[in-house]
């Protein structure tokens, strides 16, 4: 016995009504995702701390010649890259490195993470 109704309540796609049909669907967006997060600590003379921070985030977002993206880009590995704080505090700030990587990109996400290591 099916019930007509699943668990979140919407109709089942086991009811008879769908029995013997083929039920396509497409996805919206397929992206292979690699997410790196890093903890800055604060540096003791804080011109430095908030120097320091800016800049990786500006050298990450960058698009010029010789940047992570480009090279990423340049070897068929990464669509794009995003950095951003998510975590600010007295004592260090949550930096967050978003790589969206190719197909070949999953097949070297060691050669991708050793651009930030």
Same mark, same amino acid.
């Given at each position: 016995?099916?019930?007509? =109704?699943? &668990?979140?309540?919407?109709?089942? &796609? *086991?009811?008879? !009504? /769908?029995?013997?049909? =083929?039920?396509?669907?497409?996805?919206?967006?397929? !992206? /292979?995702?690699?997410?790196?997060?890093?903890?800055?600590?604060?540096?003791?003379?804080?011109?430095?701390?908030?120097? #320091?921070?800016? *800049?990786?985030?500006? #050298?990450? /977002?960058? %698009? !010029? &010649?010789?940047? #992570? *993206? !480009? +090279?990423?880009?340049?070897?068929?590995?990464?669509?794009?890259?995003? &950095? %951003?704080?998510?975590?600010?505090? +007295?004592?260090?700030?949550?930096?967050?490195?978003?790589?969206?990587?190719?197909?070949?990109?999953?097949? /070297?996400? %060691?050669?991708?993470?050793? #651009? *930030?290591?």
């Amino acid at each position: 016995m099916t019930l007509p =109704f699943n &668990a979140t309540g919407m109709p089942s &796609a *086991f009811d008879a !009504e /769908n029995l013997g049909k =083929f039920i396509w669907y497409k996805p919206i967006k397929n !992206e /292979n995702t690699l997410s790196l997060v890093f903890h800055i600590p604060r540096q003791s003379d804080s011109d430095y701390y908030k120097d #320091y921070t800016d *800049f990786m985030i500006y #050298y990450v /977002n960058s %698009r !010029e &010649a010789g940047s #992570y *993206f !480009e +090279s990423l880009r340049l070897a068929g590995w990464s669509t794009s890259i995003t &950095a %951003r704080v998510i975590r600010k505090s +007295s004592d260090f700030d949550l930096v967050v490195y978003t790589v969206k990587v190719t197909d070949r990109g999953l097949l /070297n996400v %060691r050669s991708i993470l050793n #651009y *930030f290591y």
